[in-house]
């Protein structure tokens, strides 16, 4: 069975720092992965995703992420962030291929962001 | 606004009793998917349909039943509630039922179970 840890439950950061939440998964085959935004009162946002290619993708907001298939890893990156970018951030790992899409969420980072 | 659209917002009810949680999926989007989040759990998959199928099952307990119409939207119910089941209802859709594509997220159903 898949699963996903993210080993940070609560970051911090200053507003213009850089940012990088850390995802760790486990999964038999090769992984759909995803990462998706979740502001207060609001649903899921997917920020990326990746499913084969170029190991470095780029998402909405100017986020990143890199996959690294030797450390089971999906980490998010963002060069400068922003105080809008407060919120929580969840990796995801997805079963199914192009059957059916069962999604496994780690527990999830809140993101802090100080002016 | 993903386009995806739940009722109610707010549900508050008491142990034992059976509550339905409604959602709309995008236009044009065939599959639908729950998923619950609670304190405890976690963000959880629940079911999935596809075109009024169902097409992929997660943790969902035999209290909960769901079920696509053919009009696309979606319904899941809950019964013989218990506080552990108190959480955050999500109803995604996406264009097809593969990973492939876009699962988009409603706001939620919040369920209070007292």
């Known amino acids: 069975a898949q699963s996903v840890t993210q080993p940070d439950i609560h970051i911090t950061v200053s507003e213009g720092a850089s940012l990088e939440l850390r995802c760790n998964y486990s999964y038999g085959a090769t992984p759909y992965l995803f990462w998706y935004v979740q502001s207060p009162g609001q649903g899921l946002q997917l920020l990326l995703k990746?499913?084969?290619?170029?190991?470095l993708v780029q998402g909405i907001k100017g986020f990143e992420a890199e996959f690294k298939r030797s450390q089971s890893s999906f980490n998010l990156r963002k060069p400068s962030v922003h105080w809008s970018d407060a919120a929580e951030y969840f990796c995801a790992v997805g079963a199914g291929g192009t059957s059916y899409g069962k999604l496994t969420f780690g527990q999830g980072t809140i993101l802090t962001v100080h002016p | 606004d993903s386009g995806v659209t739940q009722t109610p917002k707010h549900l508050i009810t008491a142990t034992g009793q059976r509550v339905t949680l409604r959602c709309s999926p995008r236009?044009?989007?065939?599959?639908v998917y729950w998923y619950q989040q609670s304190l405890d759990q976690g963000l959880q998959f629940l079911i999935q349909?596809?075109?009024?199928?169902?097409?992929a099952k997660g943790n969902i307990l035999e209290r909960f039943s769901a079920q696509q119409f053919p009009d696309l939207h979606s319904e899941l119910n809950l019964s013989s509630l218990e506080l552990g089941d108190s959480a955050l209802y999500f109803c995604?859709?996406?264009?097809?039922?593969?990973?492939?594509?876009?699962?988009?997220f409603g706001p939620g159903t919040r369920l209070t179970v007292l």
């Open positions: 995604a859709s996406s264009v097809s039922s593969g990973l492939n594509n876009e699962q988009f």
């Open positions: 349909y596809y075109n009024g199928e169902e097409r």
């Open positions: 990746y499913f084969s290619g170029d190991t």
């Open positions: 236009s044009g989007d065939l599959s």
